[in-house]
């Protein structure tokens, strides 16, 4: 991996843990990717973040593959397989919302 391939990891990670402990983070790489209310806005933002890594990993792919010297294969794994590892999870995460609606729609009053 790169160097700045791993200053970005790094950057993204210190965000991601600084967000889970929900202080104010230093750098103002993530604040874009924060969602602004509730559930909704939160589960709106983790689709587009989802949606974002597959873009970024698609196209660091097709660059890859164009030629590109400064793409590494190495970096262009490790973007795919974030992007396969959030849809997973986002996957996971619609699945246990639809059981939870039916659940709910179920319940007698």
Do not use: C, W
């Not at 873009?55 to 294969?73: C, H, R, T, V």
């Amino acid at each position: 991996m790169s160097t700045p391939g791993i200053q970005a990891t790094l950057q993204q990670m210190q965000g991601l843990a600084s967000q889970a402990a929900n202080q104010p983070m230093q750098s103002g790489a993530l604040t874009s990717s924060v969602g602004h209310g509730g559930f909704g806005g939160e589960l709106q933002a983790s689709i587009q973040r989802i949606n974002q890594l597959q873009l970024n990993a698609n196209s660091k792919a097709m660059a890859f593959q164009a030629g590109d010297p400064d793409i590494e294969l190495g970096d262009v794994m490790v973007d795919m397989q974030k992007a396969s590892v959030a849809s997973q999870m986002g996957l996971q995460v619609r699945n246990r919302l639809v059981s939870a609606y039916r659940d709910v729609m179920n319940m007698q009053v």
